[in-house]
């Protein structure tokens, strides 16, 4: 182990890397995998009402998050973004706390549906299920690190389908004129639930949309998780020189149906499932670490046991918390009657929200 924490192959050395660095990348593609895959089982097993896949996705989602600082920038992340959150810091227990809903659940206290995470401790916010409302969140935290003169960075993440949203143009062009620290991240993998690309857009890259707002765009393969390295580096190094946003467009694949509720098979055939195996994140780069000697049989063994205990223990710690207490359940949602002001304080002062130390 000591030897490998010095070592720096060829491959790491060309991306400014240690071999380490390659190894923590792969397990992080390998665990986001595994509890995906272990979301579609409890849920198949009437244990999880919901399921919303990153598979496909995880390759880019490291690549491109492994530059954000953990403690200093923040990631405005989308229900996909399981090897997001995972790679800035949040844990397979916080994950499957918010596959059951349960008390301790970062994200919301289990009052979202699965795939909506967030965590204070990481700053990784909080969404909402309407598609590309992040982006404006993304853009006010840049807009709030340049005014208070912070060295911070805001990256979000999206789907393709969002990039069509009027949220999407209102973000890039607020960035834009303002050259915020923010960068934006389509992850496109075809399509929209059901709806194909070439029915969303009349363009094929959506990173051509960003030169109407006055920065970059980027298309990298979100199969190549170090080419989404790169990509992810040199915008967040751009928007640290304070040269304003960047838009990467990540071409991913999506292995899985959209979610749990969805059945991909009415509308992609046979064939294209198959081929769209080929672009799987997770083998493309363990064949690519295998052959720079990073990686060998038994690190790869020890990884993938390392993984499966992990998950494992996220889903039996996760399943024995306690579900939230229906008594809480406007918390956060109206205001509430604070005692140490009194409800007879003039100009109705005596009503608070909820801190967060009371509820989530």
Not at 141 to 146: D, E, F
């Amino acid at each position: 182990m000591a030897e490998a924490s010095i070592r720096v192959s060829d491959l790491a050395a060309a991306h400014g890397l240690r071999d380490e660095d390659l190894l923590r990348m792969y397990r992080l593609v390998a665990l986001a995998r595994a509890i995906d895959e272990r979301m579609w089982v409890l849920n198949r097993a009437g244990k999880a009402a919901f399921v919303i896949s990153g598979q496909g996705h995880e390759g880019a989602q490291v690549g491109i998050v492994s530059s954000l600082r953990p403690g200093r920038d923040w990631l405005v992340p989308y229900y996909r973004s399981i090897a997001g959150v995972l790679t800035f810091g949040m844990t397979p227990r916080d994950i499957l706390m918010a596959q059951f809903a349960r008390a301790a659940d970062p994200s919301s206290g289990g009052r979202q549906m699965p795939g909506h995470y967030g965590s204070a401790e990481h700053n990784i916010l909080t969404t909402s299920s309407p598609v590309a409302t992040q982006l404006l969140h993304a853009v006010g935290i840049a807009l709030a690190a340049k005014t208070l003169g912070r060295d911070q960075v805001a990256l979000t993440e999206l789907g393709e389908g969002s990039s069509n949203q009027g949220d999407f143009h209102e973000g890039l062009n607020f960035a834009g004129v303002h050259r915020l620290p923010v960068v934006f991240v389509v992850e496109n993998n075809g399509y929209a639930i059901s709806v194909p690309m070439s029915l969303q857009s009349p363009i094929p890259d959506l990173a051509d949309r960003a030169a109407a707002y006055g920065f970059p765009g980027v298309v990298v393969d979100g199969s190549d998780v170090l080419a989404c390295y790169r990509a992810g580096r040199e915008a967040l190094e751009r928007a640290r020189r304070g040269e304003g946003p960047t838009l990467i467009e990540a071409k991913v694949t999506r292995l899985t149906a959209h979610s749990s509720d969805d059945q991909q098979t009415k509308y992609r055939s046979a064939e294209e499932l198959q081929a769209e195996r080929e672009r799987d994140p997770l083998p493309r780069f363990r064949r690519q670490l295998r052959d720079a000697g990073v990686l060998d049989e038994p690190r790869e063994a020890e990884i993938a046991a390392d993984v499966k205990a992990a998950v494992d223990d996220a889903t039996d710690w996760a399943e024995s918390q306690p579900e939230p207490d229906p008594a809480t359940a406007y918390r956060h949602v109206f205001a509430e009657p604070d005692p140490a002001i009194g409800p007879e304080a003039a100009g109705g002062a005596g009503v608070r929200a909820a801190t967060p130390a009371e509820g989530v």
